[in-house]
């Protein structure tokens, strides 16, 4: 193991969110959820994935299927990164979904995340934020039958956070200035942001912008914008800052960088120091390494766990890791996240 491996992952993958969401702990009921209805994605998040469903999922739901998406099954998780719920596909054939964080804090929102080969994109915080954001941008576009078809099938969860002519009786021009103040903070608006002020050669709000992208209270245990200030750093010609984001980037789940692995380990400069410094961790030696400092066992197996995740997400290949990963659950006392883990139609 290089030594410049201890860096970033001296901070676990698991403390991301440090206090467990144990969920209920009676065996599930499992069965195949292979019709596309909502009840039986509300049935799957509560006997699979051991959580609370959205309340207004169903809403979502309607709404994603009259902008043209397809429903799927919540078990069809092929291919996918195990910790998410299917919800829909478009034309393209792009996946979006809920993700179930193994950990999170008490109450918290599962995000609405497009599905990526080596991860996932978070597009929403909340599904009532989404829904929100949806019933703007299709008001701003101001077509009525659209807007009508929407609302409609958005019901009382729109009339809650939006009343369609908002947008056009604020008199903001622009609509991801609008979504930004009245909805909430999106990854792509932002980034979209910064590009602009490069656009007009305003370097200083770009950086500014990116720097507050990475607040941790915006995204928590995304490291996306932390990746993209990196890459904003390095185009300013501030290779070490954007060496030091990188690395900073590579404290947070892999699969959450929004882009390959590489692409950030390009910016950190460095070869094989992290791959190598995982791979010793979840290792018997490194398992007992781990023991003789003290860490608690189910600790140790939650941070295996995390390690997997990311080796996993270097190549996308998640099928070849599923065993081992609910392994580490199970030995953390996280049972039914184990078994979601599994889970397949």
């Not at 800052?241 to 950030?264: D, F, I």
């Not at 018997?284 to 995390?306: F, H, N, R, T």
């Not at 990963?325 to 078994?339: P, Q, R, V, W």
Request: proline content about 5%; hydrophobic content about 40%.
């Amino acid at each position: 193991m290089k030594a410049g491996g201890a860096v970033v992952a001296g901070c676990p993958r698991a403390a991301a969110f440090p206090c467990l969401f144990l969920g209920r702990h009676g065996r599930p009921t499992f069965r195949c959820y292979s019709s596309s209805s909502s009840s039986d994605h509300a049935s799957f998040i509560k006997d699979v994935a051991a959580t609370q469903p959205p309340e207004h999922l169903p809403h979502l739901l309607k709404m994603l299927q009259v902008r043209g998406e397809t429903i799927i099954s919540p078990g069809a998780k092929q291919g996918l990164i195990p910790l998410v719920i299917p919800l829909t596909k478009n034309y393209s054939g792009s996946v979006k979904a809920l993700l179930r964080w193994p950990t999170a804090p008490p109450g918290m929102d599962m995000p609405v995340v497009e599905v990526r080969k080596y991860g996932v994109w978070l597009l929403s915080k909340s599904v009532d934020q989404y829904i929100h954001r949806i019933l703007v941008e299709e008001d701003a576009k101001n077509s009525q039958e659209s807007v009508n078809e929407l609302f409609h099938a958005a019901a009382d969860a729109g009339e809650n956070v939006y009343k369609k002519g908002d947008f056009a009786a604020s008199k903001v021009s622009n609509l991801d200035v609008y979504l930004l103040k009245k909805v909430g903070l999106f990854p792509d608006i932002i980034e979209r942001r910064v590009m602009n002020h490069f656009e007009k050669g305003d370097h200083v709000s770009a950086m500014v912008t990116g720097e507050f992208y990475t607040n941790k209270e915006h995204f928590p245990g995304f490291g996306r914008p932390y990746v993209f200030n990196a890459e904003i750093l390095l185009k300013v010609g501030r290779k070490n800052e954007a060496k030091n984001a990188a690395r900073g980037a590579l404290k947070s789940p892999w699969w959450t960088l929004g882009c390959k692995y590489k692409e950030v380990a390009d910016i950190a400069q460095w070869d094989d120091e992290q791959i190598e410094y995982i791979e010793d961790k979840v290792s018997e030696e490194g398992w007992q390494e781990d023991l003789k400092k003290g860490k608690e066992p189910a600790q140790i197996a939650l941070d295996k766990a995390a390690f997997l995740l990311d080796l996993a997400s270097v190549e996308g290949k998640w099928g070849d890791s599923l065993e081992r990963i609910a392994e580490c659950y199970n030995e953390a006392g996280l049972h039914d996240i184990a078994k979601f883990v599994l889970y397949r139609d």
